[in-house]
């Protein structure tokens, strides 16, 4: 079954700052990488994605960065603001395709 | 679009009871999913359906039910309740196909179990 580890578990940035979550795959057949973002009380809800023909995507201050030889992506916040203030999920599906399983959450805290 | 609802948003049982969780969506998405949140454990799969009339296990099946017998509509059964399963239990949907595979939840039932 697929495992994804991500970390930190916690992150505290000052506003303005760069926030960095980082996600570990180990499973290599499958084709989609996305990272959830969950305000409290909220279901999570999809942020950004990229897929591996490519190694970087761009949206807006959010950008997924992919290593497909180190299996791991990242999520970059450029700028953080205090409503970025949230928990976020990376997931990947298992081996089959139809399961999704996720990394177990960074909680990010962006101070004023 | 309503996307996807759950009912109900909160619940309070005794160990030993049963009770169902609903999940609709009106997307016509042919794949649900239910998950479980609990704190440092992310979101861990409890069953899901690719389609209606078929499901499958997920992480963590013991202790709950599934079935699918419309494209709308995945409820969730828990057939006797543990303070185990104390957990906010949201439930997903998203096309089996495409390019993006975008999972849509709904906004969670919170359960306590005591």
């Known amino acids: 079954q697929q495992q994804v580890k991500q970390s930190p578990q916690s992150l505290i940035v000052q506003k303005g700052g760069i926030s960095i979550i980082n996600c570990a795959y180990e499973n290599t057949a499958f084709d989609y990488f996305p990272w959830y973002q969950q305000f409290p009380g909220k279901g999570p809800a999809l942020l950004i994605a990229?897929?591996?023909?490519?190694s970087e995507k761009k949206e807006g201050r959010f950008t997924i960065s992919f290593n497909k030889s180190a299996k791991q992506f990242s999520l970059h916040i450029m700028d953080s603001q205090p409503g970025d203030s949230a928990t976020y999920f990376c997931a990947a599906p298992d081996t089959g395709g139809f399961k999704t399983i996720f990394g177990a959450g960074t909680r990010l805290f962006v101070k004023a | 679009n309503a996307g996807v609802t759950q009912t109900p948003k909160f619940q309070v049982l005794k160990t030993g009871q049963s009770m169902t969780l609903q999940c609709a969506q009106d997307?016509?998405?042919?794949?649900m999913s239910w998950y479980r949140q609990d704190p440092g454990m992310g979101l861990r799969l409890i069953h899901y359906s690719v389609g209606a009339g078929i499901t499958d296990q997920g992480e963590v099946p013991n202790g709950y039910n599934v079935s699918r017998s419309t494209t709308e509509d995945f409820p969730l059964r828990l057939l006797s309740a543990a303070p185990s399963q104390t957990s906010v239990y949201f439930c997903?949907?998203?096309?089996?196909?495409?390019?993006?595979?975008?999972?849509?939840f709904g906004p969670g039932t919170r359960l306590t179990v005591l």
């Open positions: 997903a949907s998203r096309y089996t196909s495409g390019n993006i595979n975008e999972q849509f």
């Open positions: 990229i897929r591996p023909d490519v």
């Open positions: 997307m016509n998405h042919e794949y």
